[in-house]
């Protein structure tokens, strides 16, 4: 199946073979790793497929889902108290501190002491005694201790990692490099998709994590591996489709939200009609459809872009390939470089650049707005007729 709008994992998982083997290689020898892709490049699916393939030890962390630092320690501490046997110890403990002791003697799988002193934090945490700093690094602690005692190595997933930032100031970073530095028994997977953020956490010389884990770059999926698992797919399904898939496929560089949105409009289609066969046009009228479903999250970015003097207008030479004489080339590079560092524009060469987004690249190659009213898009090198 083609999926689209959650992680995929199993047989939906199309690709990534090098990286599979790289990223397994060092989660496998406890090596910690961050993994850096504009959104919707299939991070998270590389993690949840690796994670259920190796049926790894793990905790996975969305820092994009919690609103505080508080409320991410006890995430943590939840999912720690997993690998002690123990559910839910959170509520539990707010429950009745009593009954979660009770229980504690008689099922816990670690020394008992760990558990009274996280009881004594929770405590300290509802009494508001300790910061959330403390609270956090303690829950971070804690995973090594319980994987310690437990003999495991945990692997612990930290997704969309840059978002700490919004809930906290960016002295955690230091913090946290200083208490996770020691762990023995966990190996950090850190996920982040805003480039500027993400190398200044991991690549800045100055920066505490710096060194800290290797870097691995995902871009699109590989072009034959996604023709391959159609033609399986397709002829699995007995559907007959016109060659234009292939050249669709092509068009979309690999992007593998755009492409599984496709192919999945593709497949319903087919699916809607009395004959299952696919025509070009139905290529073409799916591809519409996810161009227009992603359209007003890209105007969105537009008008961001819009509001700094010249990203704009270098974006927008580079979607429709014009050299501007009017900017000089310090501005150019300073523009290409903060581009490059909000994720919209990828270095191909020296001084050569690509927009990261096929997208967003065709939606700046439209002629104004009326165009695009009557839903009529040109892609540009792609022979529609
Ligand atoms: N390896 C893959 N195989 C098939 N589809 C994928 C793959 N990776 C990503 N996708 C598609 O892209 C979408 C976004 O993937 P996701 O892992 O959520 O990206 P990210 O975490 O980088 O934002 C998925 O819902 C799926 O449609
Ligand atoms: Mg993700």
């Given amino acids: 199946m083609f999926k689209s709008g959650m992680p995929v994992y199993g047989k939906d998982f199309i690709d990534r073979k090098q990286h599979l083997i790289k990223f397994n ?7 910690h790793i961050m993994i850096k892709a504009p959104r919707r490049y299939g991070k998270t699916s590389l993690v949840v497929h690796l994670f259920e393939t190796h049926k790894y030890n793990k905790i996975y962390i969305d820092i994009k889902r919690v609103n505080s630092l508080e409320s991410l320690a006890k995430q943590i501490i939840n999912e720690a108290y997993k690998y002690a046997g123990i559910n839910g110890i959170i509520q539990k403990a707010k429950d009745s501190i009593s009954h979660l002791f009770k229980q504690l003697k008689t099922t816990i799988k670690i020394d008992i002491e760990i558990a009274e002193l996280t009881i004594e934090t929770l405590e300290r945490n509802e009494k508001k005694q300790i910061d959330e700093v403390e609270f956090f690094l303690y829950a971070i602690e804690l995973v090594e201790e319980i994987a310690k005692q ?11 990692f840059q978002d700490i930032l919004l809930i906290t100031d960016n002295k955690i970073l230091d913090k946290l490099r200083s208490v996770i530095q020691h762990h023995q028994n966990v190996t950090y997977i850190f996920l982040g998709s805003i480039e500027s953020i993400m190398n200044k956490i991991f690549a800045n010389k100055t920066s505490p994590f710096f060194h800290f884990a290797r870097v691995i770059e995902l871009d699109g999926l ?5 023709k391959s698992f159609c033609k399986v797919f397709f002829k699995s399904k007995k559907i007959i ?10 068009y979309l560089e690999g992007h593998p939200y755009y492409t599984m949105k496709t192919l999945q409009s593709v497949y319903y289609k087919s699916l809607e009609q009395s004959s299952q066969d696919i025509t070009k046009q139905d290529c073409i009228t799916a591809l519409n459809e996810a161009f227009f479903e992603t359209k007003s999250y890209l105007e969105e970015i537009i008008e961001k872009i819009k509001q700094k003097k010249y990203q704009y207008k270098v974006l927008w030479n580079l979607a429709n390939e014009i050299k501007d004489a009017n900017i000089d080339s310090l501005t150019l590079y300073k523009t290409y470089k903060s581009l ?25 190659q439209q002629n104004g707005d009326r165009q695009m009213f009557n839903e009529r898009i040109e892609f540009k090198g792609l022979m529609l007729v």
């Avoid at 490059?340 to 967003?360: A, H, M, P, W």
């Fill in 25 to 31: 290689t060092f989660i496998k020898n406890n090596q």
């Fill in 150 to 160: 437990k003999n495991l190595n945990i692997k612990f997933a930290f997704d969309e």
């Fill in 222 to 226: 590989d072009i034959n591996e996604l």
């Fill in 241 to 250: 489709y016109d060659e234009f898939l292939f050249e669709i496929i092509a």
């Fill in 340 to 364: 490059q560092n909000l994720g919209y524009i990828t270095k191909v060469d020296r001084g050569e650049y690509c927009i990261s987004d096929i997208f967003l690249k065709i939606l700046l």
